[in-house]
């Protein structure tokens, strides 16, 4: 079964100047600003306004989440709580450069052995990190 995911992205003005938005039509949840600035300079979280690397992100950390809840599951293990966190590393010639993931895990009866191996299997399962296969991917998995 095949789903589709949408999201709409619109700029008005010059890159330098501009502002934008990013609307996630499929789910119709939410419209998120973006700016160049917020992009190249540690804006001001309070600000509100995104970019595209916080989107990209936050898509890794679910979907990775998602997906190594499932593949610890079909261990026999039952995770009581997946937590993920993504930092997308942005350089204004280069692009994305890099990607830290970090994983906290807490299940009855896992050990960090298994847990290594599973996550850094998962890393290749997950449907979001595949598509990032250029970037390096750097992987850190804990127990809770």
Sequence with gaps: MTHTSSATGTWRGTLGTGTGSVDLTGSRTVTLPLSWEA??????????????EELLASALAGSYAMTLAN???????????????????FDQDKGVTGIDLTVIVRAEGLVRAELLN??????????????????????SADLA
């Design 39 to 52: 992009r190249i300079a540690e804006e001001d979280p309070a600000s509100g306004t995104t970019t595209p």
């Design 71 to 89: 593949a610890l599951a079909t261990q026999g293990i039952s995770p009581e709580v997946v937590t993920a966190g993504a930092e997308v590393e």
């Design 118 to 139: 599973c996550a850094e299997r998962t890393k290749r399962a997950c449907p979001i990190a595949r598509v990032l296969h250029r970037v390096p991917l750097r992987l």
